[in-house]
């Protein structure tokens, strides 16, 4: 493996980066494993309290939720998730590369994982700005042409989750290229190999999670009511 | 009466090196990652943070004297709003597990840090910003809102820094979420050989449960915020009845934290009363097991409960029927603790030192609480009693007369431990009657009050009402003068008191066997832990001081 | 402490193999969430497409995250995490649903203006 970082076969704590306050590489590494999932629960309350006032008010008003899903492009959403689920899979193989002390593979798929989020997020950002052309935007400017007038006061309802379940997706994106920039320049330096791998296997997690939250989000908003090809 | 804690024999010895005096400078303290600087920063800051609060308490005793109010409605909107926005997120939430917890839950189980030590920095930082928002809020004006932020007054209507105000309580909220975080895995992965979890400190295991909440409940709470923040700004929003939301909505999402927060503010307070209990009743608390059941049953049972504070606000009668029946059966593990901890008196060999008077103020006043709270889970009573003083008296029972209670019996169980000094005893018996005198004078004509039909957050009362407004408020006074005097004596001692040894308490616990101060790593090798928890026999013969 | 020999161990490393086949899986997944909607099944359009996004989550969690290799105490935290979440879901939905069991109490589902489906 020529691109494999030389690792010592019995690595010393200083090469584990183990912390003084941990008996051993293994407690460090099970204490941030069990960190990050904790964290990550509290991330699944604090998306969930908004698909709570989801599942509300499309309850309360099914037929106004259906009626925003002509302003939703669904190819696009398919798309963008299917580019979202790509970024997934580089991660996975990122993890995977840092696992087999492989830096040139490591740094291949972490790119490849940014330039799949960030695509994500351009389009996204293309989608906004049509919203905003459209006059979708809720409060004094929305205006949609072709809904219903009995649905102008509802479907701002949706509007309003859309940007801010969406928008809330997009920060944590944000922050997940900003943690995956921190990875690459950290991977150049060899900061990772088979025997210290922890910080790309909790970004990963953290990836897979926004990937999760997207994975229910494009269902539950672009595709309330039918559409066709 | 002898006195009945050791002092080392005095000799003009060095300080040895401890965690205070290791190193100095701001810069040590302001970047430090050991959790027992983390946590004196924070003892520091939530005081200040209770000082502002208690300082809007004494306006509003102030201002309830007379049946008109001296200051308008709109101030005194403002004032109550910001004490209940200081005093639940800024001093009650963070209180014990940011202080006594940080100092102590690692060396309880044997462990040189938390697990994460610069996050617990980092949720100090964040505590720090979270108040200046609060105090710049204070120093504009306040907020109107009721520290609740109902929609659609907080969304729409209101015309104070409700933005500021829910910035400051997120911030917060993340200093919250991440020491319960901290918590929770520290006690899963770092503890010492042969600390199995039922030989852990019942402190340990309320916290421990205090965590679970803390990070099930907050992101909720965080995420209620912003979605009124964000309809502020927007001039409308999913809690707008013109598009159709609903307010109730809101209530739902805000009260599905605030109501296991209150559990946040009370297991490491019921955590203290066990450690202080069996170290003056000189004997293992009865029922460990079930304490320690009882903090984990609390942590799950309160996320079930959250309707019975919107019993008459429009909520569907058959989900208020749910949790009411639900909210009977939170009072029990609450109960199994109370009856535990007299039970642990019981053939004991009680004395009478100042944190122990502390505890059986605290049994008897959050009894008082916990009772009265029956009476609001129960719909009928509460169709009277919603938005009355007695809602106010019922939460300052427990808040008080529990929490800042066991607060104070906690600080002065352990200040010998964090400073190596020994405060004054008969300063501190005299604080711990006058606040107890004080606090029952403030609250008890409360429930009187809101038994005849005074309502809370109401600017003006009819005037027959006077009279019992006049004597919670003399008793305020009573209570807010003797709140400051531990601050004093404390402070007095870290300087001057006499040098406390590591176990002037003769307690049992792997805290009490390092020096006083400990050192930066708290053990210089991780201990073996080979018996139970408690291990307590008959007092041994003391020295007399 | 820094020069003792200490033994390790790693996460378990995924083959390729799964890991291609779970993304494959995803995709196929959205795409066929995407056609379903192009049918009208009434009420279990929802229900086919949170059973298709619940798959792929777990497919995601599961293998991506490696919960499968994981100790019991990550699955507990998984799936305590979800039963929070459910409680917070359920019994707020519940006060909606219930509040017409009473007289007139869902003014929305009586105002035709307000567009419902009853």
């Known amino acids: 493996m020529p691109d494999a970082i030389a690792e010592a076969p019995h690595p010393t704590d200083e090469e584990l980066h183990v912390k003084h306050h941990f008996a051993t590489a293994d407690q460090q590494m099970d204490a941030d494993t069990l960190g990050m999932w904790t964290f990550l629960i509290t991330e699944v309350l604090f998306f969930g309290g908004m698909f709570a006032a989801y599942a509300v008010y499309r309850e309360m008003y099914p037929l106004a939720f259906a009626a925003t899903s002509e302003f939703m492009n669904v190819k696009i959403g398919a798309a963008n998730t299917a580019v979202l689920i790509c970024s997934s899979l580089t991660m996975a193989m990122a993890v995977r590369a840092a696992q087999l002390s492989r830096k040139k593979d490591l740094i291949k798929y972490l790119y490849g994982t940014l330039a799949f989020g960030s695509t994500f997020l351009i389009v996204k950002a293309f989608e906004y700005h049509a919203k905003y052309v459209e006059h979708l935007i809720p409060g004094p400017t929305f205006h949609p042409d072709n809904l219903a007038p009995q649905f102008q006061h509802n479907a701002q309802i949706l509007f309003f989750l859309y940007f801010c379940m969406t928008g809330m997706h997009a920060v944590h994106m944000i922050v997940g290229v900003g943690l995956l920039t921190f990875l690459v320049i950290n991977s150049y330096r060899n900061q990772y190999n088979s025997n210290y791998y922890t910080p790309v296997e909790m970004i990963g997690l953290y990836w897979h999670f926004v990937d999760i939250v997207w994975i229910f989000l494009f269902p539950l908003l672009y595709l309330i009511g039918h559409w066709h090809w | ?545 | 402490m820094s020069s003792e020999v200490k033994e390790h161990h790693h996460t378990h490393i995924p083959e390729v193999g799964t890991l291609v086949k779970v993304f494959v899986a995803l995709i196929v997944g959205t795409a066929i969430t995407a056609e379903v909607a192009t049918f009208d099944l009434g009420e279990w359009n929802v229900v086919v497409a949170l059973a298709i996004a619940c798959t792929k989550a777990t497919l995601v969690a599961w293998i991506f995250m490696g919960v499968r290799y994981t100790s019991q105490l990550t699955k507990l935290f998984c799936v305590a995490g979800l039963v929070f979440l459910s409680i917070l879901l359920l019994i707020t939905f519940s006060d909606y649903s219930s509040r017409s069991w009473t007289h007139h109490a869902k003014p929305w589902a009586t105002n035709p203006s307000l567009g419902t489906s009853k």
């Open chain 2, 1 to 545: 009466m002898a006195t009945t804690y050791q002092t080392t024999p005095e000799a003009a010895a060095e300080e040895p090196v401890n965690y205070l005096n290791v190193e100095h400078g701001w810069k040590s303290w302001l970047f430090t990652t050991d959790h027992k600087r983390i946590a004196m920063l924070y003892v520091f800051s939530i005081t200040l943070m209770f000082l502002i609060g208690g300082s809007f308490a004494m306006l509003i005793r102030l201002h309830l004297t007379q049946p008109q109010g001296l200051f308008p409605p709109e101030v005194y909107n403002r004032l109550f709003t910001m004490h209940g926005v200081v005093m639940v997120f800024f001093f009650l939430v963070p209180s014990i597990p940011a202080t006594l917890g940080n100092f102590l839950l690692p060396m309880m189980i044997g462990a040189k840090d938390l697990a994460f030590p610069r996050v617990n920095l980092l949720s100090w930082y964040l505590y720090i910003i979270g108040a200046i928002f609060a105090v710049f809020v204070v120093a504009r004006g306040g907020v109107d809102t009721g520290w609740t932020f109902y929609a659609p007054y907080s969304t729409t209507y209101s015309n104070s820094y409700v933005l500021s105000a829910a910035m400051g309580v997120f911030v917060a909220g993340f200093s919250s979420i991440l020491t319960g975080l901290n918590f929770i895995v520290t006690v899963h992965k770092m503890r010492a050989p042969g600390m199995s979890w039922m030989r852990m400190p019942l402190f340990v295991w309320a916290h421990y449960a205090t965590g679970l909440i803390q990070i099930l409940g907050t992101p909720v709470v965080a995420i209620a915020l912003v979605l009124v923040g964000v309809e502020k700004v927007m001039h409308v929003g999913i809690f707008d009845p013109n598009v159709g939301g609903d307010p109730i909505l809101f209530q739902h999402i805000f009260w599905f934290y605030s109501h296991p927060a209150v559990y946040i503010m009370i297991l490491p307070g019921m955590g203290v009363i066990s450690e202080v209990i069996a170290c003056f009743a000189r004997k293992r608390p009865f029922g460990y097991e079930f304490i320690a059941a009882s903090s984990m049953a609390i942590a799950i049972l309160s996320f079930l409960v959250w309707g019975h504070h919107m019993f008459i606000t429009g909520q569907s009668v058959y989900t208020g029927i749910v949790f009411s029946f639900l909210s009977f059966f939170v009072a029990v593990p609450s109960a199994v603790k109370v009856f535990n901890w007299t039970a642990t008196m019981y053939k004991g060999s009680v004395t009478f030192e100042s944190p122990m008077l502390y505890a059986f103020a605290f049994i008897g006043l959050f009894t008082i609480g916990g009772l009265t709270g029956l009476f609001l889970s129960t719909m009928a009573t509460d169709v009277a009693l919603h938005g009355t003083y007695f809602v106010v008296a019922h939460f300052h029972f427990v808040m008080v007369g529990g929490m800042v209670v066991a607060f104070l019996a906690g600080i002065h169980f352990w200040w010998p431990k964090m400073t190596g000094r020994m405060y004054s005893e008969p300063w501190a018996r005299f604080a711990a009657l006058m606040i107890f005198v004080g606090f029952n004078l403030t609250f008890l004509p409360q429930f009187v009050l809101g038994y005849l039909g005074m309502p809370r957050r109401y600017a003006a009362y009819p005037p027959e009402f006077q009279v019992l407004n006049v004597l919670s408020t003399a008793g305020a006074s009573v209570l807010g003068f003797s709140l400051l005097i531990p601050i004093v004596y404390l402070i007095y001692a870290w300087k001057y008191g006499p040098k406390a040894g590591n176990n002037p308490w003769q307690a049992k616990g792997l805290e009490w066997e390092i020096q006083s101060p400990p050192t930066t790593f708290n053990f210089d090798e991780t201990p073996t832990v080979t018996e139970e928890a408690y291990n307590y026999g008959p007092l041994e013969e003391k020295q007399v001081a």
